[in-house]
Nanobody, 119 residues
Framework: QVQLVESGGGLVQAGGSLRLSCAAS????????MGWYRQAPGKQRELVAT???????NYADSVKGRFTISRQDAKNTVYLQMHSLKPEDTSVYYC?????????????WGQGTQVTVSS
């Protein structure tokens, strides 16, 4: 079974920075995508950023230029470096790992880590 453990959330003032980490363990298919999603109270979960095992990244327009996603495959870990944080970035951030292998889809979520940006 695959497990994802996030860390790095917290309280920060507007304009500050935080770095989230997510470590995956278990049997993981090497060709995969890892990413971060967030969900604020009363809102749907939304994409923040993803990165494939080939290095292709994708960002939500709202975070482009402020957030950077990266991964370290040797540690099965994905990072989200967040700069110039805004109050509207306040959410629970969830790590996601997924792959498609021989027509079978697998997707996993972490437990979430709270990011709160004060104005």
């Amino acid at each position: 079974q695959v497990q994802l453990v996030e860390s790095g959330g917290g309280l920060v003032q507007a304009g500050g920075s935080l770095r989230l980490s997510c470590a995956a363990s278990g049997t993981i298919f090497s060709s995969n995508a890892m990413g971060w999603y967030r969900q604020a109270p009363g809102k749907q979960r939304e994409l923040v950023a993803t990165v494939t095992s080939g290095g292709t990244t994708n960002y939500a327009d709202s975070v482009k230029g402020r957030f950077t996603i990266s991964r370290q495959d040797a540690k099965n870990t994905v990072y989200l470096q967040m700069h110039s944080l805004k109050p509207e970035d306040t959410s629970v951030y969830y790590c996601n790992l997924r792959w498609l292998r021989e027509g079978n889809y697998a997707g996993y979520w972490g437990q979430g880590t709270q990011v709160t940006v004060s104005s």
